[in-house]
């Protein structure tokens, strides 16, 4: 076993900008990246080792729901934000459908360390809760410098290792960072799909009564769950929807049976072209069918996949809750939530399908509709949570669709 204090240090810390009185301790978490790059600074969270893919999130408030996250899962959430963990966290701000920890980000890495929480919805210390978790977690080091390189050379597997007394096998973090598999491929959807039918009705919840809203029902809509977050349906079920979750590895014939007036593609972790395997034949019946189709994210990723389009990886990806998108039919620019590393190729759109979005940021794709069918999507998240509220319409545009294709079939 090697220690740091026996020469290890390969360090581009940033010392200096880290909070007084942090400079003479020795290190209890290593982020050690598959390159051989370690990097050290204090662990937090759970004790142990959390692997993954580091990317970066640029939002400044919703950690929670961030690390929450089921899309999270497979990835190592560096904030850019120095001071996480102020706002502490409670029970409700949790995305996961399953409120069960293993359904979000594998780790988390922040620049200042975190403090005693401040807000009267806290109920716990952010540390506390994320050990609780099993989540491991890694503070003081240089977030801006590791974005930096991330944005250059893109999103890269690592190891995050916390030990409270400060030992370490550099070497074998080292091996193991550079064993891990890359994203691409993966199809991580098992992990956090639900195991089963599951009527969404959050009052039912553990969040006690009266937390949802269930105000009369006007639609059906069926959810393939790849992962989907909490919001999503909060807002299908604001819209007079009955909302039924249904696993990811659903038939067709499942989905229709249940005769719903719409389907909904939730958001998801992994590589969507490896899950396209056996989502995509589901998708193309479901197509078929003409029933109104609305997808989030891995959702729109799915729906492209199935239209005949081609998903690519990108390089730093888009994760930050200020990403400014045209709406190209109306010629309005929303500001959104992101969170993916893959992205639908524009080139690869067949005739049938118009690409009705476009981030500003980048110009990659973040809309299409089908011509043909009643479908579309979009790669960035109008339930926000966290995020800007600009996108929710889309929710709107699908129960408008939902009821403008039940009116023609009468
Ligand atoms: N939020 C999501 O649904 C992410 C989709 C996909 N896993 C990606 O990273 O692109």
Avoid at 274 to 289: G, I, K, Q, W
Avoid at 322 to 327: A, R, Y
Avoid at 392 to 410: G, P, Q, S, T
Wanted: glycine letters at 10%; one cysteine or more.
């Amino acid at each position: 076993m090697a220690t740091l204090q026996e020469g290890n240090r390969e360090s581009n810390t940033d010392r200096d900008a880290r909070p007084d009185g942090w400079h003479d301790e020795a290190a209890t978490a290593l982020l050690v990246l598959a390159d051989g790059t370690v990097l050290e600074g204090a662990g937090f969270g759970a004790a142990g080792e959390a692997t993954g893919e580091v990317c970066f999130n640029t939002a400044m408030t919703g950690y929670q729901e961030i690390l929450t996250d089921p899309s999270y899962l497979g990835q190592i959430v560096t904030f850019t934000f120095p001071h996480i963990g102020n706002v502490g966290v409670n029970d409700e701000d949790i995305e996961s459908l399953s409120l069960a920890a293993g359904n979000g980000a594998n780790g988390v890495i922040v620049h200042a360390r975190v403090t005693e929480p401040a807000n009267w919805r806290a109920t716990r210390n952010l540390d506390r809760w994320l050990a609780a978790r099993g989540i491991v977690g890694l503070s003081g080091i240089d977030t801006r410098a590791l974005a930096i390189r991330v944005r250059e050379k893109g999103m890269v597997n690592a190891v995050v290792a916390h030990s409270p007394d400060g030992t370490f096998d550099v070497e074998a973090l080292k091996a193991r960072a550079a064993a891990l598999p890359d994203m691409s491929g993966l199809d991580l959807v098992p992990a956090v799909t639900t195991a089963q039918r599951l009527d969404w009705d959050e009052t039912s919840w553990e969040l006690g009564e009266g937390y949802g809203r269930r105000e009369g029902v006007k639609r059906r809509v069926v959810a393939i769950d790849y992962g989907v977050k909490r919001n999503i349906l909060r807002l299908l079920a604001d819209r007079e929807c009955e909302v039924i979750v249904l696993p990811a590895a659903s038939t067709a014939r499942d989905v229709l049976a249940l005769e719903p007036d719409g389907i909904f593609l939730s958001n998801g972790p992994g590589d969507p072209a490896a899950t396209a395997e056996y989502a995509v034949p589901v998708l193309r019946d479901l197509l078929e069918s003409r029933v109104p189709l609305f997808g989030i994210c891995f959702g729109h990723q799915l729906l492209g996949l199935a239209a005949g389009g081609r998903t690519v990886k990108m390089t730093q990806g888009h994760h930050g809750a200020n990403h400014p998108v045209k709406d190209v039919t109306t010629g309005k620019v929303e500001i959104v939530s992101m969170n993916h590393g893959f992205a639908v190729d524009r080139e690869s759109l067949p005739d049938h399908v118009k690409e009705t979005h476009v981030s500003l940021f980048d110009g990659s794709n973040c809309g299409i509709a089908l011509t043909d069918r009643p479908a579309f999507s979009v790669q960035h998240h109008p339930e926000a949570s966290p995020g800007p509220q600009d996108s929710h319409y889309l929710f709107d545009r699908f129960v408008e669709m939902i009821d403008r294709e039940k009116a023609a079939r009468r």
